[in-house]
């Protein structure tokens, strides 16, 4: 019968993952404000109204801001 050979290498299939749990949570969230700061753009009253000139990209910056906070959390 043939014998097994094993290699003295053995391959460490322990893969870890760039962000943590936390990580994954704060991106998701952040992605929901950006998504609820596109919301408030949208509509078809005056296009110069205070949510969609002022109120709703500061809601939408401060998404991204999050968003890189979240990246850069350890």
Known sequence: ????????ISKDNN???VFTKK?????IISMAIV???F????GTTDIY???????APLVVLFGFGFGVY???KK
């Open 15 to 17: 893969s870890e993952l």
């Open 49 to 55: 109204d205070f949510r969609k000139t002022l109120l």
């Open 1 to 8: 019968m043939a014998e097994k050979k094993t290699s003295p």
């Open 70 to 72: 979240a990246i850069l």
């Open 39 to 42: 919301i408030l753009m949208m």
């Open 23 to 27: 990580n994954y949570q704060l991106l």
């Open 35 to 37: 998504v609820v700061g």
